[in-house]
């Protein structure tokens, strides 16, 4: 039986196996590598690319596996290091894994700064539009922000149970199985990631055009233009380093808070000088239309999206036990509370009625108060926007790296740069996807088909926690949410999903009960049977070649 180093030295990645005259030991490696996935010590699963028993290696490979002179050479490359942005180099024989590189700090700043994009600068018109009214606009602005903490917090207790990235796909993988799991990442990878990135990019690039054209619409063209220049930025900066896209994080973080502190100072000025005639009334023209209402939650829950984006990182936070509950626990909060301000001080600018017909009402209000700063707003929904496309592209990758790692989606996308440690191929094929809807959608469409198709998964995380809670009773739960909470936000997803298809159907809605189906006829013969084209191991390898990346590897004791 093999002794402990030499298991690890087994586990290297052999970097050398990358080229041309080792790609027959590589095959060997693609071919095994999903066949050693055990949990490590710190409960995360991770992918063993060691070569099993009896394979012949390419020169320098014992009968029993074991490899000389390749893992030797590892070694040495896993000491020299990556880019200092990475921080401390890896330690000797230390196995090729995600950093845990998200602190406090960053925790709270990757859900404030993903939640907050472009919605509070252009949603408050939309959701006027469904209620009909001022005061329920409001009440549904916060009952959104309720609803998002309610959900973040039952996460919490299942990002603390499950310390694997990935969110809901690991979760559904404890309650229920491989199938809805698959399910949820087919959907996720390729339809509600891509399309969110897609949203948050049409609206920065609406915003940083509209800057330089004033008399006229800016052109589609210029508009996809720019959006696409947006994603590629953003790629660059996630595939380079974590450091680097959790340090972009924090600083539009930061500036966007700076810039709903202007607004909110801006309409406490302005109610200081007695402008409080909008805010009476508020109820008048409240809709009785629960389809109505259903689908204004639609537009608001856009503006909270993204609570639930820090549980897909978990194998980064630093000590995420006490880190994730405290990172919901402030940041959600706290946009609560800068989107009720800055619904108040659009008020105290801006008629309901003004606030409906403005394509966007954040300019808007910069254009009445600011005077000849009134450049900020524009600027800082931009800012806003970016910020948060970053943090949608750090979470999406980590998502297609979980499921791939588990055999749900093609190996290559669970691969990691060998130098930087960033998941580059998920990365990358995220921002594919996304540019193509960038090219061929819209985003009030978009939009609604998006938050149909997030409910449903939602919804299910609740009732995976629930679930769990009978089936694995004993399972250590260092942060436990009562009970009730998940069932309140079971049943609002259900009313959330239903309502609008009863009230008003669209066809967004059949074609994400398509999708999901479709899902079905992937999932039997490539996963469940694991039939995959003779052709994909020569793909993979070219992958690896051109990205320099690996599988992850598994953690011994």
């Known amino acids: 039986m093999e002794n402990k180093h030499v298991k690890k030295k087994n586990c290297m990645i052999l970097i050398n196996a990358l080229r041309p005259d080792n790609l027959n030991l590589h095959l060997d490696i693609c071919k095994h590598g999903r066949e050693n996935n055990v949990p490590s010590k710190d409960g995360v699963h991770l992918r ?134 698959f399910l949820f990442s087919w959907v996720s990878t390729l339809v509600l990631k891509p399309s969110q990135m897609a949203i948050i990019c049409l609206s920065f690039a609406k915003y940083a055009v509209e800057a330089f054209v004033s008399e006229c619409e800016p052109p589609d063209t210029a508009i996809k233009m720019v959006a696409l220049l947006a994603i590629a930025i953003i790629l660059l900066i996630n595939c380079y380093s974590v450091n680097l896209a959790t340090g972009v994080q924090n600083v539009f973080t930061a500036a966007k808070l700076v810039a709903i502190l202007i607004v909110i100072c801006g309409g406490a000025y302005k109610l200081a000088q007695g402008n409080t005639q909008h805010l009476h009334g508020v109820f008048e023209g409240t809709t009785s239309s629960m389809g109505n209402i259903a689908t204004a939650f639609y537009t608001g829950l856009w503006a909270y999206d993204g609570w639930n984006n820090l549980n897909y990182v978990t194998e980064e936070i630093k ?27 659009y008020l105290a600018v801006m008629s309901p009625l003004e606030m409906v017909e403005s394509e966007a009402v954040a300019v808007t209000f910069g254009n009445r108060l600011l005077g000849v700063m009134a450049w900020l707003m524009p600027l800082s929904v931009t800012v806003s926007t970016f910020g948060s496309a970053n943090g949608t592209l750090f979470a999406a990758g980590r998502l297609c790296y979980a499921a791939s790692r588990e055999g749900h989606l093609l190996d290559i996308l669970s691969y990691v740069h060998i130098r930087r440690y960033t998941p580059a191929p998920g990365l990358i094929f995220h921002s594919l996807i996304a540019g193509a809807m960038v090219l061929s959608g819209s985003i009030d469409s978009l939009i609604d088909f998006f938050s149909f198709t997030a409910w449903i998964f939602y919804g299910g995380a609740m009732l995976a926690l629930i679930v769990m809670r009978y089936t694995k009773p004993h399972a250590p739960r260092p942060y436990k949410v009562p009970l009730i909470i998940p069932v309140v936000v079971l049943v609002i997803s259900l009313y959330l999903i239903v309502a609008p298809i009863i009230d008003k159907p669209q066809i967004e809605y059949l074609y994400a009960a398509s999708f999901i189906v479709a899902g079905l006829v992937v999932y039997v013969p490539f996963v469940h049977y694991g039939m995959v084209p003779a052709f994909m191991d020569s793909v993979t390898v070219f992958l690896q070649m051109l990205l320099e990346v690996a599988p992850t590897q598994t953690m011994f004791d």
């Open 319 to 345: 000590n995420p036990s006490v880190n994730l509950p405290r990172s919901i626990a402030i940041g959600i909060p706290l946009v609560t509370l800068c989107y009720a301000l800055i619904n108040i001080s």
């Open 48 to 181: 063993s690319n060691g070569a099993v028993n009896g394979t012949a290696g390419a020169g320098n490979g014992a009968a029993d596996g074991t490899f000389t002179g390749e893992a030797d050479a590892m070694s040495e490359v896993a000491v020299s290091g990556g880019d200092k942005l990475e921080g401390a180099d890896a330690a000797e024989d230390d196995a090729l894994h995600l950093k845990r590189r998200v602190g406090l700090f960053s925790g709270v700043a990757l859900i404030v700064g993903t939640m907050i994009g472009s919605g509070i600068f252009v949603s408050p018109s939309g959701l006027l539009i469904r209620t009909g009214s001022v005061g329920m606009s409001f009440v549904i602005w916060l009952a959104c922000g309720l609803l998002s903490l309610l959900g973040a917090l039952a996460y919490a207790e299942l990002g603390t149970m499950n310390t694997s990235s990935g969110a809901e796909y690991a979760y559904f993988m404890d309650a229920f199985g491989a199938l809805p799991a």
